[in-house]
């Protein structure tokens, strides 16, 4: 299968350490080897050549805007739709606050209460929040999902969900962290999306995020963070605030130039690959894993590859120190609390070897029992 498989020469462009299996993009993608060096002309040849220059000679002040238009295909969006900087929760606020204010009158804001948590913190404030299997859209401002649940890796059905908010006159925002690079993501009918890249994007830790306003509502839609960025001229440096035209009027303040070149350096993998390849590819390894653990553990994630993402989470009651041990034993993937174990599978580096020597594994730590040393039971800060 790996001989066969059309995306394997992209494995060779990351930085994977030897002996071990990453089955955490999900969380945060592997390195491109060119990332280092990318950061290394931004720092030397960019920041060390032209100092306070780079921000004209380098692009560096246009990073928002080119940024995101060479994110807005990976989403289903065109030029001039998305804007990249910040994190995803301020993406979330931002999308969330102008959804609101775009709907006068109505004060309900629906979530799934599975969203990853961050979602649902930073809109707490904002509305009445109401879970989305209540089912009841007449009255919400905007609904807002992530399009791949985080922790099953169950998939919702984008288009239609999408249909059924707008026809009852809210607006639909979807979080794709969890989907942009492991399927074909199409947002475009949607109102508002946000979504990371440092996941299965691969742009490193602490990379841009994205947000994507639909063209309809860029004209009217408000941000709620008037930063300097997002004024009509920032270098006018005038004592009040004028709001930009079109997407960069939901910038906010200055880019980090030196995760831009690590994401920019991903991005230009990207452009070369194939989404529905990957798609094929990331479905594959998904069922075969699920195949070969077979029922030595709970399924969490839907056995239909139509209706999951690229990752496959199992339940255990003891699946904190399950994990541990699987790390100690080369296996990486997490744990997300209470009883979720996580497997993400970057189509890109991950190979179907790789599948089958995880799947042992998680065989021998299991019959073994491997995972009861008492030093797995310690909680990292990081789980």
Known sequence: MDQEDPLRAFREEFALPEDEIYLVGNSLGAPPRTAAERVRQAVEDEWGRHLVGGWNEAGWYAQPLTTGDRLAPLIGAGPGEVVAGNTTSIAVYQAVNAAMRLRPGRDVIVVDRGNFPTD?????????????????????????????????GARYDVPEVTARVQEAGALMIWDVCHSVGALRVDV??????????????????????????????????????????GHAEPFAFEPGFRRADGIRRFT????????????????????????????????????????????RLELASPRDPERRGSQ?????HDGYPVMRALIDHGVHGDFRAPDILRFGFAPLYTRYVDVWNAAQTVAEVLEKELWRED?????LAVT
């Open 312 to 316: 496959v989470s199992f339940y255990h």
């Open 375 to 379: 030093r797995y039971a310690v909680r």
């Open 252 to 295: 906010v303040s200055t880019p980090h130039v030196l995760s831009f070149a690590a994401l920019e350096a991903a991005l230009d993998m990207w452009e070369r690959v194939d989404l529905d390849q990957v798609r094929a590819k990331s479905m594959a390894l998904t069922s075969l894993f699920i195949d070969l653990v077979g029922d």
């Open 120 to 152: 649902n913190y930073m809109i707490e404030g904002l509305g009445e929040l109401r879970d989305i299997g209540e089912g009841r859209f007449d009255d919400a401002a905007c609904v807002l999902l992530s399009e791949v649940d985080y922790r099953t």
């Open 188 to 229: 475009s009918a949607a109102d508002f999306a946000v979504g990371c890249t440092y996941k299965y994007l691969n742009g490193g830790p602490g990379a841009p995020a994205f947000l994507r306003v639909h063209p309809r509502h860029q004209a009217t839609a408000e941000n709620v963070l008037s930063g300097w960025y």
